[in-house]
């Protein structure tokens, strides 16, 4: 286990601390922070009109046309893009060999509830009507909730279901009724402050157990086969754990794999620490098993 080099990188990012004047302001940070950590080589990157806001259509070297994997990031509704995220969604499409859209969405404070929830479904709609043949969906932290999220609406809209779902640290419970959320008290990506400004401002008003905000409290039957990866060390990680059982006892598939001294989403960090590469290639190999025929 590389926590060593977790730790490393821990230090090297307190030595940039995130601003605290205002979500404008994080954003910039984040997407300098971000925006340029390495990619593998051999991949074909444009951009497409993927609902709204567009995304990266990410494609492997003689990948299948016909497969698609909807990758929503995160960063609270309010940071990250699809260039924050492409080690995620780029190493999935190399180890799937499969095409990735990593999806862009609205941003909050500019675009509250339900902004980015429906440009999450309608990238999955613009994925139906350009003729992929099947779609999986992944998504780490609020971008877990907007996969999680667009599979349910998408049931509920009668639509031709995801082939599977694949979660990293996906935030899923802004009731904050998992205990992780309050025992706690050293996750060092997210705190209670963070977590607060990104809920003033995507989510100002609403009832955050209200399950179109928390798919942790809405009706979870007839969802496709879902995997789920969090961190020991998240302050979310029973969101994750939750929704597994929640999950299971609706009847669908769902594994959970919880990473030993692992924090929110270091998935991201992947050319620097090996856990981070582990997941995403044991993430890719899942969703590739359920989109190709058998």
Request: hydrophobic residues 45%; charged residues 20%; proline residues 6%.
């Amino acid at each position: 286990m590389s926590l060593a080099e977790l730790d490393a990188l821990l230090e090297m990012m307190a030595e940039n601390p995130p601003p605290q004047d205002g979500p404008l302001a994080l954003r910039d940070w984040f997407e300098a922070a971000h925006a340029t950590l390495p990619i593998p080589e051999r991949l074909n990157i444009r951009r497409v009109d993927a609902g709204p806001v567009g995304g990266e259509l990410i494609q492997p070297e003689g990948a299948m046309s016909d497969r698609l994997i909807i990758y929503y990031h995160g960063g609270g509704f309010v940071l990250g893009s699809s260039k924050t995220h492409r080690t995620v969604a780029a190493n999935l499409a190399r180890v799937a060999n499969v095409t990735v859209l990593a999806a862009d969405y609205r941003l909050a404070p500019e675009h509250a509830f339900p902004a980015a929830h429906d440009d999450a479904l309608a990238v999955y709609h613009w994925a139906l009507v350009n003729g992929y043949e099947a779609i999986a969906l992944a998504g780490d932290s609020a971008g877990g909730n907007l996969a999680l999220s667009t599979a349910v609406r998408v049931r509920e809209a009668e639509w031709r279901s995801p082939a599977a779902l694949a979660l990293m640290s996906p935030a899923l419970d802004f009731a904050a009724d998992g205990t992780s959320h309050h025992c706690v008290t050293d996750d060092p990506i997210l705190s209670k402050d963070l977590v607060a400004l990104f809920l003033g401002a995507y989510l100002p008003g609403q009832d955050l157990r209200d399950p179109a905000v928390s798919p942790l409290f809405a009706d979870l039957s007839n969802l496709p086969p879902v995997l789920v990866h969090v961190g020991s060390r998240e302050m979310l990680r029973d969101d994750s754990v939750n929704i597994v059982q929640k999950l299971r006892d609706a009847g669908n598939q769902a594994d959970l794999r919880i990473w030993d001294g692992m924090c929110h989403s270091w998935q991201l960090y992947a050319a620097l620490v090996r856990e981070g590469m582990d997941s995403i290639e044991e993430s890719a190999r899942f969703l590739r098993a359920h989109l190709l025929p058998s």
